[in-house]
């Protein structure tokens, strides 16, 4: 097990490394960060000496080792836009991304999933193929669209539920929640709505071919042949070996949730970190860019070496390959 655990964290760490060259690259050669600062209209020697304050004087290894250093301790500089430090920008738009991206992966999973079952089970009925014909809206419209869509019909035409912001937070800490507010919460559904529709379809679909396959193979077969209830086969044997795929496919696409949530964030004008990086882009606010690069990437790695664990505990094969390895 610990070999296994030092090769994922090795891997992990040159992934890292990877994307902080990338970060490095961005925040080096893509504009001129003095110039940003000090406009057009700077003299010569408040250039060099910005320069020399922000370490743009030393060669690139040097600031790179630098950059990864700081990063590593969550310091990526100032905003060029904003003045503000960026770790704290992101800070303050951190609740509001994991609080959207969790109530879309939630949602996907408690809808995708029974539907996923249903549709296996039912798979010649009328209402199977009318959700998998409405499933195939998810796959082919785009994010941006469904938004509007939503925004069209239930804020502007039906006027239920607002179209823009997170709506009244309580903080809690440093931390700000919506949950704990009505409005809140009428404010998050249109856009946790759009943001799950993609993983949902996926979810559904995944749900469905892993079940028809389970219930095609000997063991599903032999407990048909030993008389056991429909719902102890279904639910007690097909469902259990369908679930292992599924919740590998969920934990890494709540990493994809996160990161694509921009769209979803740009179309609501919600506060989290794809609103801010989307602003940083059209502000050429390169250490913000850099500063996000890093994190989700730090959140991908995260995810995936947590699902590389557990199927590590869940399979009992990759445990008995890893030992005869070890063994040889």
Same mark, same amino acid.
């Given at each position: 097990?610990?070999?296994?655990?030092?090769?994922?964290?090795?891997?992990?760490?040159?992934?890292?490394?990877?994307?902080?060259?990338?970060?490095?690259?961005?925040?080096?050669?893509?504009?001129?960060?003095?110039?940003?600062?000090?406009?057009?209209?700077?003299?010569?020697?408040?250039?060099?000496?910005?320069?020399?304050?922000?370490?743009?004087?030393?060669?690139?290894?040097?600031?790179?080792?630098?950059?990864?250093?700081?990063?590593?301790?969550?310091?990526?500089?100032?905003?060029?836009?904003?003045?503000?430090?960026?770790?704290?920008?992101?800070?303050?738009?951190?609740?509001?991304?994991?609080? =959207?991206?969790?109530?879309?992966?939630?949602?996907?999973? !408690?809808? $995708? *999933?029974? +539907? %996923?079952?249903?549709? &296996?089970?039912?798979?010649?009925?009328?209402?199977?193929?009318?959700?998998?014909?409405?499933?195939?809206?998810?796959?082919?419209?785009?994010?941006?669209?469904?938004?509007?869509?939503?925004?069209?019909?239930?804020?502007?035409?039906?006027?239920?539920?607002?179209?823009?912001?997170?709506?009244?937070?309580?903080?809690?800490?440093?931390?700000?929640?919506?949950?704990?507010?009505?409005?809140?919460?009428?404010?998050?559904?249109?856009?946790?709505?759009?943001?799950?529709?993609?993983?949902?379809?996926?979810?559904?679909?995944?749900?469905?071919?892993?079940?028809?396959?389970?219930?095609?193979?000997?063991?599903?077969?032999?407990?048909?042949?030993?008389?056991?209830?429909?719902?102890?086969?279904?639910?007690?044997?097909? =469902?259990?070996?369908?679930?292992?795929?599924?919740?590998? !496919?969920? $934990? *890494?696409? +709540? %990493?994809?949730?996160? &990161?694509?949530?921009?769209?979803?964030?740009?179309?609501?004008?919600?506060?989290?970190?794809?609103?801010?990086?989307?602003?940083?882009?059209?502000?050429?606010?390169?250490?913000?860019?850099?500063?996000?690069?890093?994190?989700?990437?730090?959140?991908?790695?995260?995810?995936?070496?947590?699902?590389?664990?557990?199927?590590?505990?869940?399979?009992?094969?990759?445990?008995?390959?890893?030992?005869?390895?070890?063994?040889?």
């Amino acid at each position: 097990m610990l070999p296994f655990i030092l090769r994922r964290l090795a891997q992990a760490v040159v992934v890292m490394l990877t994307v902080a060259l990338l970060a490095f690259v961005l925040f080096r050669y893509i504009g001129d960060p003095v110039t940003i600062m000090l406009g057009q209209d700077a003299t010569d020697q408040d250039r060099i000496e910005l320069r020399q304050s922000l370490g743009l004087d030393r060669s690139a290894p040097v600031q790179f080792a630098h950059f990864v250093a700081n990063a590593a301790r969550g310091d990526f500089g100032l905003s060029l836009r904003q003045g503000q430090k960026v770790s704290e920008l992101l800070r303050d738009r951190l609740p509001a991304t994991v609080e =959207l991206s969790i109530a879309a992966a939630v949602l996907a999973l !408690i809808i $995708g *999933l029974p +539907l %996923g079952v249903y549709t &296996a089970l039912r798979r010649k009925g009328k209402g199977s193929q009318i959700i998998l014909a409405f499933s195939l809206l998810g796959v082919s419209l785009p994010t941006f669209l469904i938004g509007i869509l939503l925004i069209l019909i239930f804020s502007v035409m039906l006027g239920w539920l607002p179209s823009y912001g997170r709506g009244e937070v309580v903080k809690l800490g440093w931390w700000s929640t919506g949950l704990l507010t009505v409005d809140g919460w009428k404010h998050l559904i249109l856009p946790a709505i759009t943001l799950s529709l993609f993983q949902l379809t996926l979810i559904l679909r995944l749900v469905r071919s892993e079940m028809l396959e389970v219930l095609r193979t000997d063991y599903i077969k032999f407990a048909r042949a030993r008389g056991l209830r429909k719902r102890a086969i279904h639910f007690g044997h097909a =469902l259990k070996n369908t679930l292992v795929p599924v919740i590998t !496919i969920t $934990g *890494l696409q +709540l %990493g994809g949730i996160i &990161a694509f949530a921009i769209v979803t964030e740009t179309v609501f004008q919600w506060p989290g970190m794809g609103l801010l990086f989307i602003q940083a882009v059209q502000f050429a606010d390169v250490p913000v860019m850099a500063a996000y690069l890093c994190l989700i990437a730090l959140v991908f790695v995260c995810i995936n070496l947590v699902v590389d664990l557990l199927y590590f505990v869940v399979d009992p094969r990759l445990r008995s390959s890893l030992g005869h390895s070890g063994g040889h």
